[in-house]
């Protein structure tokens, strides 16, 4: 009788390594599937390491460009953020990693899909959901949520022990201080010593980003031009020389080298994760930062103030969520989306901006497109078409209610 086959989300670590093995010995034929969404992963060796342990076949897919271009920029033209300061750079690779685990389980003619996410994380929710929504009849097989598997695994020691044991090459060691998921946009760092949120993360834990107060003495400035709402030209200066980058993955990936440079982009938060528990993480994002921030920018200068509001208080804060809780693929992310670039046909333009000591700043912003900004009505030096006069009626009129509501509280001698 023939095995029925199973993929595998496989990173070549000690937790899918050991997966690798067990659904292997519980019977399975195993195709590991490996997403390079632009984390430092030797990828050559996690497939000999995979066919070694006896994996079928390792399938490695270059989600790098939809990463960006379906993900990162879209969020970025929502200025979408979680709690006020989580850019969600976990979460924005989550729905392209999903769709492509699917596509090779489909193509390999497998029953089931399996992950090693921990049963208390965000992501096992944002991957199962979003295989439910691609392929509505697939089977997921969760080890870390199978009684079995953690009660004979309960610690990384026992994981250690197994793959000694099954002869499993493994580089972790017993005293791992924390975890990391990298991505081309951020690395996260998380469990181990920063689970007391009253910790400060050692020095040498940001792996992409330098120390604010190591980085260069000079400060780098560059030009970044958008196009309804997405970025789509850098201007820069290297080595004396001036420079352009049009290309989405290269303008995303140099805009990274300068802020990883200069130390931009780090935060240490505790956010409330989609299941209900608290979490203390540690994120290094450096260049959405800078781009999420030349974004906004560029918005006061050319968007209408109502559309702003409304697609701040509505669209943002709920797109976040969505992207947050792992509902990508679902009815209210579409008609997210939908609202999100009706808002941006206006955004067009170009913001000077410089990256130093940790920082992100904008030197200026400018469009020859949108008209929105008038420099001599707003000018404290010259009366241009604009009437003073006019604003004594506004007041009047602005005035009306809060008068009324001052005297109701008069009257019943409350202060205000």
């Given amino acids: 009788m023939a095995r029925q086959k199973v993929c595998l989300a496989y990173s070549g670590g000690l937790d899918t390594s050991c997966i690798l093995k067990y659904l292997i010995d519980e019977g399975y034929d195993v195709i590991c599937f490996m997403a390079d969404v632009g984390q430092e992963e030797d990828f050559e060796a996690a497939k000999k390491k995979a066919l ?32 006020n300061v989580y850019l969600l750079g976990t979460s924005l690779a989550r729905p392209v990693i999903a769709r492509a685990q ?16 921990t049963g208390k994380g965000n992501d096992q929710v944002r991957f199962e959901l979003a295989f439910y929504a691609l392929q509505p009849t697939i089977k997921v097989i969760a080890p870390w ?17 197994y793959a000694e044991a099954q002869g499993i090459p493994v580089s972790s060691t017993r005293s791992a201080p924390w975890s990391m998921d990298e991505n081309l946009a951020h690395c996260s760092y998380e ?38 709402g997405i970025p789509t030209k850098l201007e820069y200066t290297d080595k004396g020389g001036k420079k352009t980058v049009t290309d989405s993955v290269g303008l995303f990936l140099t805009v990274n080298a300068m802020a990883r440079k200069h130390g931009v982009g780090r935060i240490d938060i505790v956010e409330n994760r989609f299941i209900g528990l608290k979490s203390r993480g540690c994120y290094e994002t450096p260049g959405l ?42 009815p209210e992310r579409e008609y997210l989306s939908a609202c999100l670039w009706a808002s941006q046909g206006c955004v067009n333009g170009q913001v000077r901006c410089r990256v130093y000591k940790g920082g992100f ?9 949108e008209k929105l900004y008038d420099m001599s009505e707003s000018s404290m030096d010259e009366i ?11 007041i ?21």
């Fill in 289 to 330: 930062t800078c781009l999420r921030a030349a974004h906004i920018d560029l918005e006061g200068l050319v968007m209408d103030r109502e559309v702003r509001a409304l697609r701040d208080q509505f669209v943002s804060f709920n797109y976040a969520k969505v992207l947050y809780n792992g509902m990508w693929f679902s």
């Fill in 191 to 228: 469990a181990g010593i920063l689970e007391d949120p009253d910790v400060t993360p050692k020095k040498e834990m940001w792996k992409l980003t330098s120390d604010p107060l190591d980085s260069p003495k000079e400060p780098e400035d560059f030009t970044l031009s958008f196009e309804k």
């Fill in 384 to 394: 241009g078409d604009f009437a003073p006069e006019d604003t004594t009626g506004f």
């Fill in 145 to 161: 949520r199978d009684p079995v598997f953690y009660k004979r695994f309960a610690g990384r020691n026992n994981l250690l022990e």
């Fill in 52 to 83: 070694k342990i006896g994996a079928l076949k390792c399938e490695v897919v270059d989600l790098r460009r939809e990463l960006i271009e379906e993900q990162c920029f879209p969020a970025i033209a929502c200025n979408a953020a979680y709690e």
């Fill in 361 to 369: 700043s904008v030197l200026g912003r400018s469009s020859e497109t």
């Fill in 102 to 117: 699917i596509t090779v389980a489909q193509n390999e003619g497998c029953f089931a899909v399996s992950h090693g996410c």
């Fill in 396 to 416: 009047g009129v602005s005035a009306i209610r809060l008068k009324k509501y001052g005297q109701m509280k008069a009257e019943k001698g409350e202060k205000q």
